[in-house]
Every structure is written in C-alpha cells, then in structure tokens.
C-alpha cells in the first residue's frame, strides 16, 4: 500500500490554554476553591498535575493523589471515596460554570491564525477536558471573538471517554469527514494532549507559552523578566517534547511552520 504523502487536511486543537484561557487559569481556580471549602487546600502544581483530562476524572486524580488523602482524612474524617469524588464534581461544575464567563478570551493570534489555516483547505477540529455543558459557556464568546471550529468534541459526545483516550480525535475525524489520519494534526499544551493524539495515529504539537505548562496570563508572562521567561519556556518545551510531541511551538499563531516541518515529513515518508 502506498504511504500519505498529501498535505495536512485537518488541525484538532485543544480549547482552555491553546485557543482560550491564557494560562488555563479557570480550571485551576476552580480545583483550588472547591477542595478548599472542604478544608483541604491543594497547590497550583497539583491542580495542573493532571491538566487536560476529563474534569471529574481530574478531581479524582487530585483526591487519591500524593498526599491529598492524608489531609482529607483529617479534614474531613475518612478516607476519601468514589462518593466524595462525586460530590467534588457536582461543587466544581457551578463554580467552573460561572468562572468560564470570565475566562474565555481568545488568545492573541488564533482567528487570524486559523483563517489561514482554511484558506490552505485545513479543517479546525477540537477537543477539550471540559464537559458538554462546559464547552458550550466559552464556544459563542470565541465565536464573537473570531474563533470558530468546524467541530467541537467533548468527552460527553464519546461516552465519556476523555483523553488520554483517542476516541474525540476520532469522533473529530468523523464529522470532518477527513482521512487518513496522517494527513491531521492534535495541537494542545499538555501531556496528555499530546498521548490523546499518539494513540489516535496522528501527528501532534505541544503549546508551550500560553497554556498549563507556564500556567500565567499573557500579562503576568510579559512581566517577567526576559531570563526568566526563557527558562520557563525551555521547562515547558523540554516537558511537552518528553511527551512525544513531533513539533514544540510558544503559541498556536505560530503552527504553521511546524505544520510546514510536518508536511515536508510526510513527503519523506514519515508517519506519526
């Protein structure tokens, strides 16, 4: 059988730190509070420990994580359980309702950026951690703000078969209508973004300065000072790399020499 040697047909990309959400800040203050109210305060790097993954599934990783059960138990009085995983999820999604409102600015470049995507016939995919209901608060202020994908999956459409789980990519292939999958492209800024697209079969491109690995606002980044926004960049870079991305870049604006790195492998004959 010959190999694909065609351009990139279709780009997936993740939602909160990758088109919106400098930083993926809401999650993060979401996770932070809702633990908190039950007397167990959890770090920064703890709630982005799992960043990516299906909410409730995230808060599970959190409450039966490194040292969270010992403080549960002492704050609450027992081990912590399925029940309390479910009732942390049903105090997250109000509160993480509310915070998208606010949280949902397009990142600077991205409706420019996939405008020409299209004009090169590129199809804009997606997928997200966030729920139905989640994803559905951000996709008409994104809209507003430019940015609107041909599809948008979320765990719910999959049966809840969220990443690392290759099914959304696949549910995106479908409703694309875009084939094979060598010829599309997972872009995302975490971990296990880059395993949802391995497992799928495609190609994939780690976002290292606006999403989770930095986890700062276009503005608190730009306040850095240039030494250390370097060496967070590298830290971020050198973590998605590790991950098994085929292409690191700072910010979705700039995929499209990436995407032009990974057409010219294909043309060689690689697959991802």
């Not at 509310?98 to 420019?112: F, H, P, Q, R, T």
């Not at 290759?166 to 875009?178: C, E, G, K, S, T």
């Not at 976002?207 to 850095?224: P, Q």
Request: proline residues 6%; charged residues 25%; aromatic residues 6%.
């Amino acid at each position: 059988m010959r190999s694909y040697a065609g351009p990139v047909k279709a780009v997936i990309l993740d939602w909160a730190g990758t088109t919106v959400d400098h930083g993926s800040l809401a999650p993060v203050l979401v996770l932070q509070q809702v633990f908190a109210r039950r007397g167990v305060p959890i770090s920064e790097e703890q709630a982005r420990r799992d960043m990516g993954i299906l909410k409730k599934d995230h808060i599970r990783k959190i409450l039966f994580g490194p040292n969270v059960p010992a403080q549960w138990r002492g704050a609450v009085g027992h081990e912590p359980t399925e029940a309390d995983v479910e009732n942390l999820f049903a105090s997250f999604v109000p509160l993480q309702l509310e915070c998208l409102v606010k949280y949902s600015a397009v990142i600077d470049g991205i409706a420019d950026t996939v405008a020409r995507l299209r004009k090169r016939a590129i199809r804009i995919g997606s997928t997200t951690g966030y729920t139905r209901a989640m994803l559905d608060v951000i996709l008409r202020p994104a809209a507003e703000q430019g940015y609107q994908p041909d599809c948008a999956i979320t765990p719910d459409d999959v049966g809840g078969r969220g990443r690392p789980q290759p099914f959304m990519i696949y549910a995106n292939v479908i409703r694309l209508q875009v084939e094979p999958l060598e010829s599309i492209v997972k872009i995302g800024d975490t971990p296990v973004d880059i395993e949802e697209g391995l497992r799928a079969g495609v190609w994939t491109i780690g976002v290292a300065r606006t999403g989770n690995m930095i986890g700062l606002s276009a503005e608190d980044f730009t306040a850095l000072a240039p030494a250390e926004q370097a060496i967070r960049l590298e830290n971020a870079r050198t973590a998605l790399s590790a991950a098994g991305a085929h292409e690191v870049i700072d910010a979705v604006a700039d995929c499209e020499p990436a995407l032009d790195a990974i057409e010219a492998r294909i043309r060689h004959g690689e697959r991802p």
